[in-house]
Structure formats: C-alpha cells, structure tokens
C-alpha cells in the first residue's frame, strides 16, 4: 500500500492550496483517509478525515470552514481544498489510512499507512 501526498508549496495568508493523496496497492471501498500535518517542534496533530465510500468528512476545530476534503474514488485519490490559510497553518501535511477502519477517526495510531508529507509554507 503507498500512499503519495502532492499539492504543497508557499502562500500567503489568505491564499489557497489543493493537496491530493493518491493511494495505490489495495482497494478502498470501506476505510477512510485522514490528513495530519506536523509543524516544526510540534507533535502531529489530526486536520481531517473522510470515508472512502460514504463522504462523511470531520475536521480540526482549527481549520473547520476553510479547509474540505473530497474524494474521487475512480481516481483512488483524496483532496485537501485549503482555503483562507493562515501562517498556522504551516506543516507538513500527511494523508494516512488505516487498514480496516471505515468511520472518520482522529487518532493517529488507528492509521497503518502514511504517505511521505507534503509542505505547505503560510507567510504573513
């Protein structure tokens, strides 16, 4: 199972970023993908999920109403829409799924598969 997270770069506050996470090595018709993203001294903190099949997505309190995930599924692949980003909202941003889970989870210990992060840089 790979996982491979693109998208990132460099904005400025109240720009915009689409991340996308293409998944490969198995079939996904019952578990979900999550987003994470780490910044610099920080622990890695959970920023949204969403089910492979039914759409249900959540979010971190902190990026509820700018942030939306989506997936097409024809595509295996999951998206991260960000908008009005902030400097905050600098890290490296992870997708992740777990083997078996389907319901949207915000532990990162319940994911089994990472992909390798993809940097997004908010400046001021």
């Known amino acids: 199972v790979q996982l491979q997270a693109s998208g990132g770069g460099s904005v400025q506050a109240g720009g915009s970023l689409r991340l996308s996470c293409v998944v490969s090595?198995?079939?996904?018709?019952?578990?979900?993908l999550g987003w994470f993203r780490q910044a610099p001294g920080k622990n890695r903190e959970f920023v949204s999920a969403i089910t492979w099949n039914g759409g249900t997505t959540d979010y971190a309190y902190s990026v509820k109403g700018r942030f939306t995930a989506s997936r097409d599924s024809a595509k295996n692949t999951v998206y991260l829409q960000m908008n009005s980003l902030k400097p905050e909202d600098t890290a490296v941003y992870y997708c992740?799924?777990?083997?078996?889970?389907?319901?949207?989870?915000?532990?990162?210990?319940?994911?089994?598969?990472w992909g390798q992060g993809t940097l997004v840089t908010v400046s001021s």
């Open positions: 090595g198995r079939t996904f018709s019952m578990v979900s």
């Open positions: 992740a799924t777990p083997w078996l889970i389907s319901r949207c989870t915000w532990d990162p210990k319940e994911y089994d598969y």
